[in-house]
Protein backbone atom coordinates (compact mmCIF):
# COMPACT_ATOMS: atom_id res chain seq x y z
CA UNK A 1 0.00 0.00 0.00
CA UNK A 2 1.02 3.40 -1.05
CA UNK A 3 0.91 6.53 1.59
CA UNK A 4 -1.91 8.49 -0.80
CA UNK A 5 -4.38 5.36 -0.47
CA UNK A 6 -3.99 4.60 3.34
CA UNK A 7 -7.51 5.17 4.95
CA UNK A 8 -7.47 6.73 8.19
CA UNK A 9 -8.18 4.01 10.05
CA UNK A 10 -5.20 2.10 8.11
CA UNK A 11 -2.58 0.59 10.84
CA UNK A 12 0.89 -1.20 10.26
CA UNK A 13 -0.12 -3.85 13.13
CA UNK A 14 -3.66 -4.68 14.02
CA UNK A 15 -4.04 -6.04 17.39
CA UNK A 16 -6.99 -8.15 18.24
CA UNK A 17 -7.80 -8.58 22.18
CA UNK A 18 -6.63 -6.20 25.12
CA UNK A 19 -5.52 -8.46 27.68
CA UNK A 20 -1.94 -8.62 29.43
CA UNK A 21 -0.52 -9.80 26.07
CA UNK A 22 -2.23 -7.64 23.39
CA UNK A 23 -1.51 -4.33 25.72
CA UNK A 24 1.64 -5.40 26.17
CA UNK A 25 2.47 -5.89 22.50
CA UNK A 26 0.79 -2.47 21.90
CA UNK A 27 3.22 -0.70 24.31
CA UNK A 28 5.86 -1.85 23.06
CA UNK A 29 4.58 -1.24 18.81
CA UNK A 30 3.62 2.27 20.42
CA UNK A 31 6.78 3.24 21.92
CA UNK A 32 8.74 1.89 19.17
CA UNK A 33 6.76 4.00 16.50
CA UNK A 34 4.37 1.79 14.52
CA UNK A 35 1.06 2.49 14.04
CA UNK A 36 -1.12 0.21 16.10
CA UNK A 37 -5.10 -0.17 16.52
CA UNK A 38 -6.08 -2.40 19.31
CA UNK A 39 -9.66 -3.89 19.00
CA UNK A 40 -11.82 -5.74 22.04
CA UNK A 41 -15.26 -7.13 21.88
CA UNK A 42 -16.06 -6.65 25.72
CA UNK A 43 -17.30 -3.27 26.86
CA UNK A 44 -14.48 -2.79 28.62
CA UNK A 45 -11.34 -4.39 30.84
CA UNK A 46 -12.43 -7.08 33.01
CA UNK A 47 -12.37 -6.83 36.66
CA UNK A 48 -11.88 -10.41 37.16
CA UNK A 49 -8.47 -12.76 36.33
CA UNK A 50 -7.39 -15.82 36.85
CA UNK A 51 -3.97 -15.05 35.85
CA UNK A 52 -1.82 -13.54 38.85
CA UNK A 53 1.74 -14.49 38.99
CA UNK A 54 4.70 -12.12 37.79
CA UNK A 55 8.01 -13.52 37.53
CA UNK A 56 11.23 -12.22 37.01
CA UNK A 57 12.05 -12.38 33.43
CA UNK A 58 8.09 -10.61 33.27
CA UNK A 59 9.63 -7.84 35.85
CA UNK A 60 12.42 -7.30 33.66
CA UNK A 61 10.65 -6.54 30.75
CA UNK A 62 8.27 -4.13 33.02
CA UNK A 63 11.41 -2.73 34.10
CA UNK A 64 12.28 -2.07 30.44
CA UNK A 65 8.87 -0.85 29.20
CA UNK A 66 9.42 1.94 31.73
CA UNK A 67 6.71 1.20 34.12
CA UNK A 68 8.09 -1.35 36.84
CA UNK A 69 7.39 1.03 39.62
CA UNK A 70 3.98 0.97 39.37
CA UNK A 71 3.82 -3.04 38.98
CA UNK A 72 6.15 -2.88 42.40
CA UNK A 73 3.70 -0.58 43.94
CA UNK A 74 0.92 -2.48 43.47
CA UNK A 75 2.08 -6.70 43.19
CA UNK A 76 2.53 -8.62 46.53
CA UNK A 77 5.66 -9.84 46.91
CA UNK A 78 5.58 -13.65 47.32
CA UNK A 79 9.22 -14.13 49.11
CA UNK A 80 8.97 -18.39 49.39
CA UNK A 81 6.95 -21.31 48.54
CA UNK A 82 5.48 -23.36 51.25
CA UNK A 83 4.30 -27.16 50.73
CA UNK A 84 1.85 -28.83 53.00
CA UNK A 85 -0.39 -31.89 53.59
CA UNK A 86 -3.45 -31.53 54.95
CA UNK A 87 -3.73 -28.99 57.42
CA UNK A 88 0.15 -29.43 57.86
CA UNK A 89 2.48 -26.87 56.31
CA UNK A 90 6.40 -27.63 55.38
CA UNK A 91 9.43 -25.87 55.73
CA UNK A 92 9.43 -22.85 52.94
CA UNK A 93 11.41 -22.71 49.98
CA UNK A 94 12.91 -19.18 49.65
CA UNK A 95 12.22 -17.92 46.08
CA UNK A 96 13.56 -14.51 46.88
CA UNK A 97 17.08 -16.35 47.51
CA UNK A 98 17.15 -18.72 44.87
CA UNK A 99 17.19 -16.00 42.36
CA UNK A 100 19.73 -13.38 44.25
CA UNK A 101 22.07 -12.68 42.12
CA UNK A 102 20.58 -13.56 38.69
CA UNK A 103 17.91 -10.82 37.99
CA UNK A 104 16.88 -7.36 39.45
CA UNK A 105 13.80 -8.92 40.66
CA UNK A 106 14.36 -12.18 42.34
CA UNK A 107 10.92 -14.53 43.97
CA UNK A 108 7.61 -13.78 42.37
CA UNK A 109 4.66 -10.85 42.13
CA UNK A 110 1.36 -11.28 42.90
CA UNK A 111 -0.74 -9.19 40.66
CA UNK A 112 -4.06 -10.23 39.12
CA UNK A 113 -4.43 -10.22 35.50
CA UNK A 114 -6.18 -6.71 35.83
CA UNK A 115 -4.40 -4.73 38.09
CA UNK A 116 -1.59 -5.40 35.20
CA UNK A 117 -4.13 -4.53 32.11
CA UNK A 118 -5.14 -1.07 33.99
CA UNK A 119 -1.10 -0.50 34.11
CA UNK A 120 -0.44 -1.44 30.32
CA UNK A 121 -3.16 0.23 29.10
CA UNK A 122 -2.65 3.50 31.18
CA UNK A 123 0.83 3.69 29.80
CA UNK A 124 -0.46 2.74 25.82
CA UNK A 125 -2.72 6.12 27.20
CA UNK A 126 0.38 8.03 28.09
CA UNK A 127 2.50 6.71 24.52
CA UNK A 128 -1.19 8.14 22.47
CA UNK A 129 -2.31 5.12 21.65
CA UNK A 130 -5.80 2.98 23.21
CA UNK A 131 -8.37 0.56 23.15
CA UNK A 132 -11.06 0.35 20.86
CA UNK A 133 -13.27 -1.10 23.29
CA UNK A 134 -16.94 -2.83 21.80
CA UNK A 135 -15.02 -3.86 18.50
CA UNK A 136 -15.52 -7.39 17.81
CA UNK A 137 -13.08 -9.15 15.27
CA UNK A 138 -15.73 -10.97 12.59
CA UNK A 139 -13.75 -11.93 9.45
CA UNK A 140 -10.25 -11.65 7.97
CA UNK A 141 -9.00 -11.74 4.69
CA UNK A 142 -5.12 -11.85 3.35
CA UNK A 143 -3.16 -10.70 0.57
CA UNK A 144 0.52 -9.91 -0.59
CA UNK A 145 -0.24 -6.23 0.89
CA UNK A 146 -1.77 -7.36 4.23
CA UNK A 147 -4.99 -7.95 6.15
CA UNK A 148 -8.74 -6.53 5.96
CA UNK A 149 -10.39 -6.65 8.71
CA UNK A 150 -14.08 -6.96 8.77
CA UNK A 151 -15.13 -5.40 12.50
CA UNK A 152 -18.32 -5.00 14.09
CA UNK A 153 -18.57 -2.01 16.14
CA UNK A 154 -21.04 0.69 18.32
CA UNK A 155 -21.49 2.50 14.83
CA UNK A 156 -22.25 -0.83 12.72
CA UNK A 157 -20.22 -2.89 10.29
CA UNK A 158 -16.67 -1.41 9.46
CA UNK A 159 -13.46 -2.67 7.47
CA UNK A 160 -9.73 -1.84 8.57
CA UNK A 161 -6.57 -2.59 6.40
CA UNK A 162 -3.28 -3.73 8.12
CA UNK A 163 0.12 -4.45 7.42
CA UNK A 164 0.23 -7.70 10.28
CA UNK A 165 -2.70 -8.73 12.15
CA UNK A 166 -2.20 -10.31 15.76
CA UNK A 167 -4.21 -12.78 17.54
CA UNK A 168 -4.46 -11.83 22.17
CA UNK A 169 -7.58 -13.06 21.95
CA UNK A 170 -7.10 -15.65 24.21
CA UNK A 171 -8.22 -19.59 24.42
CA UNK A 172 -11.21 -19.15 21.95
CA UNK A 173 -9.54 -16.48 19.70
CA UNK A 174 -11.49 -15.84 16.97
CA UNK A 175 -8.22 -14.57 14.89
CA UNK A 176 -7.09 -17.99 15.46
CA UNK A 177 -10.54 -20.10 14.28
CA UNK A 178 -10.33 -17.15 11.01
CA UNK A 179 -7.32 -18.32 10.06
CA UNK A 180 -7.92 -22.26 10.55
CA UNK A 181 -5.13 -22.72 12.80
CA UNK A 182 -6.15 -26.30 14.67
CA UNK A 183 -5.36 -25.87 19.15
CA UNK A 184 -3.87 -29.20 19.56
CA UNK A 185 -4.27 -30.92 22.65
CA UNK A 186 -6.55 -31.93 25.61
CA UNK A 187 -9.12 -31.07 28.17
CA UNK A 188 -8.39 -32.12 31.73
CA UNK A 189 -11.76 -33.57 33.35
CA UNK A 190 -11.29 -32.53 36.34
CA UNK A 191 -13.41 -29.54 37.49
CA UNK A 192 -11.30 -26.54 39.62
CA UNK A 193 -12.78 -24.03 41.41
CA UNK A 194 -11.28 -20.52 42.49
CA UNK A 195 -12.12 -18.27 45.02
CA UNK A 196 -10.61 -14.36 45.50
CA UNK A 197 -11.22 -14.47 49.24
CA UNK A 198 -10.51 -11.90 51.77
CA UNK A 199 -10.07 -12.26 55.37
CA UNK A 200 -8.14 -15.97 55.20
CA UNK A 201 -7.16 -17.93 58.22
CA UNK A 202 -4.47 -20.98 57.95
CA UNK A 203 -2.02 -19.97 55.41
CA UNK A 204 1.31 -18.60 55.96
CA UNK A 205 1.28 -15.07 54.72
CA UNK A 206 3.92 -13.30 51.84
CA UNK A 207 4.24 -17.25 50.41
CA UNK A 208 2.52 -19.35 47.53
CA UNK A 209 0.96 -22.04 49.36
CA UNK A 210 0.94 -25.94 47.96
CA UNK A 211 -1.18 -28.18 50.34
CA UNK A 212 -2.55 -31.74 49.42
CA UNK A 213 -4.55 -34.13 50.50
CA UNK A 214 -4.88 -38.46 49.21
CA UNK A 215 -7.09 -36.87 46.61
CA UNK A 216 -7.59 -33.09 47.14
CA UNK A 217 -5.04 -30.18 46.27
CA UNK A 218 -4.83 -26.40 46.99
CA UNK A 219 -3.09 -23.55 45.36
CA UNK A 220 -2.70 -20.31 47.24
CA UNK A 221 -1.53 -17.36 46.33
CA UNK A 222 -1.06 -13.95 48.18
CA UNK A 223 -2.45 -10.74 46.91
CA UNK A 224 -2.73 -6.89 48.05
CA UNK A 225 -5.47 -6.33 50.37
CA UNK A 226 -5.82 -3.09 49.11
CA UNK A 227 -7.33 -1.62 52.45
CA UNK A 228 -9.78 -4.79 53.23
CA UNK A 229 -9.30 -6.26 56.94
CA UNK A 230 -6.94 -9.44 56.97
CA UNK A 231 -5.34 -11.76 54.56
CA UNK A 232 -6.47 -11.37 50.89
CA UNK A 233 -5.63 -15.02 48.91
CA UNK A 234 -6.33 -16.38 45.75
CA UNK A 235 -7.79 -19.94 46.07
CA UNK A 236 -7.39 -22.85 43.76
CA UNK A 237 -9.04 -25.99 44.48
CA UNK A 238 -10.39 -29.37 43.14
CA UNK A 239 -13.80 -29.97 43.39
CA UNK A 240 -14.64 -34.47 44.18
CA UNK A 241 -15.65 -35.91 40.78
CA UNK A 242 -19.46 -36.73 42.48
CA UNK A 243 -20.11 -32.92 43.02
CA UNK A 244 -18.14 -31.35 39.84
CA UNK A 245 -20.59 -30.24 37.62
CA UNK A 246 -22.70 -28.40 40.03
CA UNK A 247 -19.91 -27.55 42.64
CA UNK A 248 -20.68 -24.37 44.65
CA UNK A 249 -18.65 -21.62 46.61
CA UNK A 250 -20.77 -23.15 49.72
CA UNK A 251 -19.29 -26.82 48.94
CA UNK A 252 -15.87 -24.81 48.30
CA UNK A 253 -15.66 -22.97 51.48
CA UNK A 254 -16.61 -26.20 53.62
CA UNK A 255 -13.78 -28.29 51.85
CA UNK A 256 -11.50 -26.35 52.24
CA UNK A 257 -11.94 -25.66 55.39
CA UNK A 258 -12.62 -29.56 56.46
CA UNK A 259 -9.29 -31.11 54.71
CA UNK A 260 -6.91 -27.88 54.71
CA UNK A 261 -8.39 -26.11 58.15
CA UNK A 262 -8.11 -22.99 55.79
CA UNK A 263 -11.46 -20.53 56.14
CA UNK A 264 -12.14 -17.30 54.93
CA UNK A 265 -14.48 -14.14 55.91
CA UNK A 266 -15.76 -12.60 52.32
CA UNK A 267 -15.30 -13.21 48.89
CA UNK A 268 -14.60 -11.28 45.77
CA UNK A 269 -15.35 -13.80 43.11
CA UNK A 270 -15.70 -17.25 42.68
CA UNK A 271 -15.50 -19.32 39.55
CA UNK A 272 -15.08 -23.03 38.47
CA UNK A 273 -13.29 -24.15 34.98
CA UNK A 274 -11.43 -27.39 33.15
CA UNK A 275 -7.81 -27.47 32.83
CA UNK A 276 -6.39 -27.36 28.69
CA UNK A 277 -3.17 -28.54 27.54
CA UNK A 278 -3.16 -27.17 24.46
CA UNK A 279 -0.94 -25.23 21.93
CA UNK A 280 -1.91 -23.99 18.24
CA UNK A 281 -0.59 -25.78 15.02
CA UNK A 282 1.19 -22.84 13.92
CA UNK A 283 1.91 -19.22 15.17
CA UNK A 284 2.18 -17.73 11.85
CA UNK A 285 -0.76 -17.80 8.84
CA UNK A 286 1.07 -15.18 6.36
CA UNK A 287 0.77 -11.99 8.17
CA UNK A 288 -1.56 -13.00 10.92
CA UNK A 289 0.33 -14.12 14.46
CA UNK A 290 -1.03 -15.42 17.09
CA UNK A 291 0.47 -14.35 20.54
CA UNK A 292 -0.76 -15.79 24.81
CA UNK A 293 -3.30 -17.76 25.22
CA UNK A 294 -4.19 -17.72 21.41
CA UNK A 295 -1.40 -19.68 20.66
CA UNK A 296 -1.54 -22.02 24.39
CA UNK A 297 -3.24 -22.88 27.29
CA UNK A 298 -1.98 -25.24 30.61
CA UNK A 299 -2.73 -25.49 33.63
CA UNK A 300 -1.89 -22.59 36.43
CA UNK A 301 0.81 -25.05 38.13
CA UNK A 302 3.94 -22.68 38.35
CA UNK A 303 1.66 -19.39 37.46
CA UNK A 304 3.29 -19.11 33.84
CA UNK A 305 0.42 -18.44 31.61
CA UNK A 306 0.55 -14.94 31.51
CA UNK A 307 4.17 -14.76 31.88
CA UNK A 308 4.57 -16.60 28.77
CA UNK A 309 2.23 -14.09 26.69
CA UNK A 310 3.70 -10.89 27.91
CA UNK A 311 7.00 -12.50 26.51
CA UNK A 312 5.65 -13.52 23.54
CA UNK A 313 4.45 -10.24 22.76
CA UNK A 314 8.09 -8.63 23.83
CA UNK A 315 9.41 -11.05 21.42
CA UNK A 316 7.12 -9.76 18.82
CA UNK A 317 6.81 -6.54 18.70
CA UNK A 318 10.88 -5.52 17.75
CA UNK A 319 10.61 -8.02 14.92
CA UNK A 320 7.80 -6.39 13.40
CA UNK A 321 8.79 -3.06 14.51
CA UNK A 322 12.26 -3.98 12.14
CA UNK A 323 10.53 -5.49 9.82
CA UNK A 324 8.55 -2.51 9.37
CA UNK A 325 11.11 0.13 9.28
CA UNK A 326 13.08 -2.12 6.82
CA UNK A 327 16.30 -3.10 9.58
CA UNK A 328 15.30 -6.66 9.03
CA UNK A 329 14.01 -8.32 5.95
CA UNK A 330 10.90 -10.16 6.01
CA UNK A 331 12.03 -13.50 6.52
CA UNK A 332 13.31 -12.94 10.04
CA UNK A 333 9.57 -12.35 10.89
CA UNK A 334 9.59 -16.58 10.52
CA UNK A 335 11.73 -16.48 13.58
CA UNK A 336 9.01 -15.44 16.05
CA UNK A 337 7.12 -18.85 15.63
CA UNK A 338 10.82 -20.91 15.65
CA UNK A 339 11.90 -18.93 19.05
CA UNK A 340 8.56 -18.97 21.01
CA UNK A 341 6.69 -21.49 19.48
CA UNK A 342 8.83 -24.16 20.96
CA UNK A 343 8.88 -22.43 24.59
CA UNK A 344 5.00 -23.33 24.80
CA UNK A 345 6.01 -27.20 23.97
CA UNK A 346 7.65 -27.72 26.62
CA UNK A 347 5.79 -25.22 28.75
CA UNK A 348 2.66 -27.29 28.01
CA UNK A 349 4.75 -30.58 28.62
CA UNK A 350 6.32 -29.90 32.24
CA UNK A 351 3.24 -28.26 33.37
CA UNK A 352 0.87 -31.37 31.98
CA UNK A 353 3.40 -33.70 33.95
CA UNK A 354 3.42 -31.31 37.04
CA UNK A 355 -0.18 -31.36 37.06
CA UNK A 356 -0.62 -34.80 36.67
CA UNK A 357 2.13 -35.36 39.68
CA UNK A 358 -0.21 -33.30 42.18
CA UNK A 359 -3.60 -34.33 41.11
CA UNK A 360 -2.83 -37.95 41.01
CA UNK A 361 -4.59 -40.41 43.98
CA UNK A 362 -3.02 -43.32 44.28
CA UNK A 363 -1.51 -44.97 47.62
CA UNK A 364 1.71 -44.39 46.47
CA UNK A 365 2.02 -40.70 45.68
CA UNK A 366 -0.13 -39.77 48.68
CA UNK A 367 2.49 -41.37 50.76
CA UNK A 368 5.38 -39.36 48.96
CA UNK A 369 3.12 -36.28 49.38
CA UNK A 370 2.28 -37.07 53.33
CA UNK A 371 6.29 -38.20 54.58
CA UNK A 372 8.57 -37.40 51.84
CA UNK A 373 9.02 -33.60 52.12
CA UNK A 374 9.25 -34.14 55.69
CA UNK A 375 12.59 -35.38 55.62
CA UNK A 376 13.85 -34.06 52.25
CA UNK A 377 12.52 -30.19 52.71
CA UNK A 378 14.53 -29.43 55.71
CA UNK A 379 17.38 -30.47 54.60
CA UNK A 380 16.49 -29.04 50.86
CA UNK A 381 15.79 -25.75 52.30
CA UNK A 382 19.11 -25.06 54.03
CA UNK A 383 20.99 -26.53 50.94
CA UNK A 384 19.30 -25.35 47.74
CA UNK A 385 20.11 -21.46 47.92
CA UNK A 386 23.95 -22.47 47.94
CA UNK A 387 23.94 -24.89 45.15
CA UNK A 388 23.82 -24.75 41.61
CA UNK A 389 20.55 -26.62 41.39
CA UNK A 390 19.07 -23.97 43.43
CA UNK A 391 20.18 -21.29 40.33
CA UNK A 392 18.65 -23.00 38.24
CA UNK A 393 15.40 -23.74 39.55
CA UNK A 394 15.23 -19.89 40.30
CA UNK A 395 16.00 -20.09 36.18
CA UNK A 396 13.28 -22.18 35.29
CA UNK A 397 10.77 -20.46 37.99
CA UNK A 398 11.59 -17.11 36.88
CA UNK A 399 11.83 -17.80 32.80
CA UNK A 400 14.84 -16.14 32.79
CA UNK A 401 17.11 -19.44 31.01
CA UNK A 402 14.81 -19.76 27.53
CA UNK A 403 17.42 -20.48 25.13
CA UNK A 404 16.61 -19.68 21.35
CA UNK A 405 19.21 -21.23 18.44
CA UNK A 406 21.09 -18.26 16.80
CA UNK A 407 21.27 -18.10 13.12
CA UNK A 408 25.02 -18.23 12.12
CA UNK A 409 26.08 -19.92 15.62
CA UNK A 410 28.06 -23.22 15.05
CA UNK A 411 26.57 -26.82 16.09
CA UNK A 412 27.99 -27.41 19.57
CA UNK A 413 27.88 -30.43 21.94
CA UNK A 414 27.10 -27.88 24.44
CA UNK A 415 25.04 -24.61 24.16
CA UNK A 416 26.42 -21.64 24.54
CA UNK A 417 25.97 -20.03 28.22
CA UNK A 418 25.37 -16.23 26.43
CA UNK A 419 24.64 -16.27 22.87
CA UNK A 420 20.67 -17.42 22.80
CA UNK A 421 19.86 -16.28 26.57
CA UNK A 422 18.80 -13.39 27.48
CA UNK A 423 21.95 -11.02 28.79
CA UNK A 424 22.73 -12.30 32.02
CA UNK A 425 22.81 -9.75 34.64
CA UNK A 426 25.97 -8.33 36.29
CA UNK A 427 24.05 -5.58 38.56
CA UNK A 428 24.91 -3.08 36.42
CA UNK A 429 24.18 -3.93 32.43
CA UNK A 430 20.33 -3.75 32.70
CA UNK A 431 20.00 0.04 32.60
CA UNK A 432 21.24 -0.06 28.69
CA UNK A 433 18.32 -2.69 27.53
CA UNK A 434 15.85 0.63 28.32
CA UNK A 435 17.10 2.07 24.63
CA UNK A 436 15.28 -1.16 23.56
CA UNK A 437 17.83 -1.10 20.55
CA UNK A 438 20.32 -3.29 19.41
CA UNK A 439 24.01 -2.83 21.09
CA UNK A 440 27.21 -4.22 21.76
CA UNK A 441 28.32 -5.00 24.89
CA UNK A 442 31.85 -5.58 26.09
CA UNK A 443 33.15 -6.79 29.36
CA UNK A 444 36.31 -6.51 31.46
CA UNK A 445 38.62 -5.24 28.08
CA UNK A 446 42.28 -4.72 27.54
CA UNK A 447 43.02 -1.86 25.46
CA UNK A 448 43.39 -3.91 22.51
CA UNK A 449 39.63 -4.91 22.64
CA UNK A 450 38.28 -1.77 24.09
CA UNK A 451 39.70 -0.22 20.56
CA UNK A 452 38.44 -3.12 18.82
CA UNK A 453 35.14 -3.08 20.37
CA UNK A 454 35.27 1.05 19.84
CA UNK A 455 35.85 0.10 15.70
CA UNK A 456 33.26 -2.52 15.22
CA UNK A 457 30.61 0.17 16.75
CA UNK A 458 31.53 2.58 14.04
CA UNK A 459 31.65 0.02 11.39
CA UNK A 460 28.20 -1.66 12.85
CA UNK A 461 26.44 1.79 13.91
CA UNK A 462 25.41 0.91 16.42
CA UNK A 463 25.99 1.78 20.63
CA UNK A 464 28.46 0.17 22.74
CA UNK A 465 28.26 0.04 26.06
CA UNK A 466 31.50 -0.99 28.37
CA UNK A 467 31.67 -2.32 31.71
CA UNK A 468 33.85 -2.91 34.41
CA UNK A 469 33.28 -6.79 35.38
CA UNK A 470 31.19 -9.88 34.38
CA UNK A 471 30.20 -9.82 37.88
CA UNK A 472 29.72 -14.13 38.60
CA UNK A 473 27.94 -14.27 35.33
CA UNK A 474 29.33 -16.63 32.56
CA UNK A 475 29.89 -13.84 30.39
CA UNK A 476 33.54 -13.56 29.23
CA UNK A 477 35.99 -10.82 29.73
CA UNK A 478 37.33 -8.69 26.69
CA UNK A 479 34.31 -10.53 24.32
CA UNK A 480 31.94 -8.28 22.17
CA UNK A 481 28.39 -9.12 22.04
CA UNK A 482 25.51 -8.44 20.23
CA UNK A 483 22.74 -7.60 22.26
CA UNK A 484 19.21 -7.36 20.01
CA UNK A 485 16.70 -5.18 21.67
CA UNK A 486 14.68 -7.87 23.30
CA UNK A 487 17.72 -8.17 25.67
CA UNK A 488 18.70 -11.50 24.34
CA UNK A 489 22.15 -12.31 23.05
CA UNK A 490 22.34 -12.89 19.24
CA UNK A 491 25.96 -13.29 18.56
CA UNK A 492 29.74 -13.01 20.00
CA UNK A 493 32.70 -12.76 18.88
CA UNK A 494 36.65 -11.05 19.66
CA UNK A 495 36.06 -7.46 18.63
CA UNK A 496 39.04 -7.97 15.99
CA UNK A 497 36.28 -10.14 14.30
CA UNK A 498 33.15 -9.10 15.03
CA UNK A 499 31.87 -7.28 12.19
CA UNK A 500 31.13 -9.35 9.82
CA UNK A 501 29.55 -12.50 12.28
CA UNK A 502 27.40 -9.18 13.93
CA UNK A 503 26.57 -8.08 10.47
CA UNK A 504 25.17 -11.20 9.75
CA UNK A 505 23.22 -11.71 12.87
CA UNK A 506 21.85 -8.61 12.91
CA UNK A 507 20.58 -7.88 9.37
CA UNK A 508 20.45 -11.06 7.73
CA UNK A 509 17.93 -12.39 10.26
CA UNK A 510 16.24 -15.57 9.01
CA UNK A 511 14.65 -18.51 10.75
CA UNK A 512 16.00 -21.71 11.87
CA UNK A 513 14.88 -25.02 11.33
CA UNK A 514 11.65 -24.60 13.80
CA UNK A 515 13.03 -28.21 14.17
CA UNK A 516 16.04 -27.85 15.55
CA UNK A 517 14.73 -24.93 17.86
CA UNK A 518 14.79 -25.50 21.65
CA UNK A 519 13.22 -22.50 23.56
CA UNK A 520 14.30 -24.51 26.59
CA UNK A 521 16.36 -23.97 29.68
Known amino acids: MTDDTTAPDDADVLVVGAGPTGLMLADWLTRLG?????????????????????????????????????VLAAAEHADSMRQGFGRK???????????????????????EQSANERILAGHLAELGGGVRWRHRLTGLEQDDDGVTARVDGPDGPSTLRARFAVGCDGASSTVRSLCGIAFEGTTNRQTFYLIDAVGVHGLAPATVNIR???????????????????????????ADDDVAPTVTEQYARHHLAEVFGVTYEDSRWFSTY???????????????????????????????GMNTGLQDAHNLAFKLADVLAGRAPAGGLDRYEAERRPVALRLIRTTDLVFRGVTARSRAVTFVRRYVPRVVLPIGVALLPHLPIGRRMAGYLGQIRIHYRMDGAAPRRRRDPVVGRRLHWTGENFDALRSAAWQLHLYAPDDAAARGGEAAAVDLGLPLHTFASTGTT????????LVRPDGFVAAASVPAEAVPVFRAAWQGASAADPAEQEGRP
Do not use: C
Request: hydrophobic fraction near 40%.
Open 34 to 70: VRTIVLDGKDGPTPESRALGVHSRSMEIYDQLGVVDR
Open 89 to 111: AFAPIPLTGLGRGLTPYPGMYVL
Open 212 to 238: QGAAEFLLAFPMRSEGTAGQRQRLIGI
Open 274 to 304: RVHHRVAASFRDRSVFLAGDAGHVHSPVGAQ
Open 474 to 481: PLRPGTLY
